[in-house]
């Protein structure tokens, strides 16, 4: 299985952090990309025509995309509960998913608005409008610790870890813990977890 790889992209992050969970991150091969919002990368187009990371091939060639679609293969394919089959633990989990995408989502338009956008035609009301959906996410969860239930490890869960990791990594001083500090001790403990400490490189 091979992935086109992007140390920074929360999402590659994510389906690499899910094949861990699944003992299935020996088995992905990290392919070299340039995906750009501006500049696109024209060999990542000619499998994907979205031009984005993560691009996934499994071993028989077959070309999937996004996050969501790539880890539930990898959850089929390595037998595992990431992924509740039915009922309302799986629309609770695809939901919790859900929202860590949407801060993600936000935390990386707000981004390309700081790297991306000539600073002339920069729109600050814009990026503090991406960046509050982290913010009304964050209190969402403080308000529903259950979504946050010790022992809890799913595709939700993993999700909103690797967007805590991601609104860490780029915005430094957004000071999330200070509001939400139940979220943050959460936080603290879960990503512990070996799939999350580890460090993918080329």
Not at 37 to 44: F, K, L, N, S
């Given at each position: 299985m091979k992935i086109f790889f992007s140390p920074f992209s929360p999402y590659v992050r994510k389906c690499l952090v899910t094949a861990h969970e699944l003992g299935l991150d020996g088995r992905v091969q990290l392919?070299?990309?340039n995906a750009n919002?501006?500049?696109?990368?024209?060999?990542?187009i000619a499998s994907n025509p979205l031009g984005k990371v993560p691009t996934f091939f499994t071993d028989d060639g077959t070309v999937l995309y996004d996050s969501r679609v790539i880890c539930e293969y990898l959850n089929e394919l390595g037998n595992g509960a990431l992924f509740p089959r039915s009922g309302d633990a799986r629309w609770n989990t695809l939901t919790l998913q859900a929202l860590g995408d949407g801060i993600l989502d936000g935390a990386l338009l707000a981004r390309y608005e700081d790297v991306a956008r000539p600073e002339p035609l920069r729109w600050p009301e814009w990026r503090a409008g991406q960046?509050?959906?982290?913010?009304t996410s964050l209190a969402h969860l403080s308000a529903?610790?259950?979504?946050?239930?010790?022992?809890?490890?799913?595709?939700g869960t993993l999700t909103v870890a690797c967007a805590l990791w991601y609104l860490d990594l780029r915005f430094p001083d957004l000071g999330w813990r200070d509001r939400h500090p139940a979220v943050a001790?959460?936080?603290?403990?879960f990503s512990q977890r070996p799939s999350l400490q580890a460090d993918w490189a080329l």
């Open positions: 392919l070299p990309s919002p501006v500049q696109r990368d024209p060999e990542i960046l509050d959906k982290a913010e529903h610790p259950a979504l946050m239930a010790p022992g809890r490890v799913d595709i001790a959460w936080y603290a403990e």
